[in-house]
């Protein structure tokens, strides 16, 4: 049986739902206008030169927002500026909206080898604030956006804990807060 994580979602499966946005506050007003999706934890900047783009360092730079809507995890990406990256890639391609799921793994590097052994092309790594490194692959033919492997760590379980934990009965204050 696979092992749950706290916030109900289980290792292995989907456990977020991503979308590169042109304005993330915007997207943020519409999430909890629209769909009643709140508080979001914003990280004003993401990017590092330890980032690695299609086997290439990279520096893009991306402002994230995540929230949850019962135990599925939704992220908001917003670009910050115009170098080469998976954000960038899907804008360029289809434009904003759709860009990943995110699957939580245990070992994720086990996962990356397994992975590109079936010849799957693997687009994107980087270092988290959660721990570990994610890693991004191409969707495939037909697929509507990247698959990204997310590290099960104590910080990523505590920190998706934090902000499932905050949507449980929340009463629409403070919005947007903090991500870390």
């Given at each position: ?76 990406l917003q670009p910050l500026d115009n170098e080469p990256s998976v954000y960038r890639e899907t804008i360029d391609k289809v434009g904003y909206g759709f860009h990943h799921f995110g ?56 920190g998706f804990h934090r902000f499932w934990e905050a949507t449980q009965d929340w009463d629409g204050k ?7």
């Amino acid at each position: 049986m696979p092992k749950k994580l706290s916030y109900g979602a289980e290792v292995g499966t989907i456990c977020q739902m991503a979308y590169v946005v042109e304005d993330i506050h915007q997207a943020i007003a519409w999430w909890i206008e629209k769909m009643g999706v709140g508080p979001w934890f914003l990280l004003d900047s993401f990017g590092s030169p330890e980032h690695v783009y299609r086997g290439k360092p990279n520096t893009a730079n991306v402002t994230i927002a995540m929230s949850f809507a019962g135990s599925m995890n939704i992220e908001l990406l917003q670009p910050l500026d115009n170098e080469p990256s998976v954000y960038r890639e899907t804008i360029d391609k289809v434009g904003y909206g759709f860009h990943h799921f995110g699957v939580a793994q245990e070992d994720i590097e086990d996962e990356v080898a397994r992975r590109i052994a079936r010849g799957e092309v693997l687009a994107h790594r980087a270092q988290v604030p959660t721990g570990g490194k994610v890693a991004y692959f191409e969707g495939g033919e037909g697929a509507p956006g990247f698959v990204e492997l997310i590290p099960v760590t104590s910080g990523m379980e505590a920190g998706f804990h934090r902000f499932w934990e905050a949507t449980q009965d929340w009463d629409g204050k403070d919005p947007v807060r903090s991500f870390l």
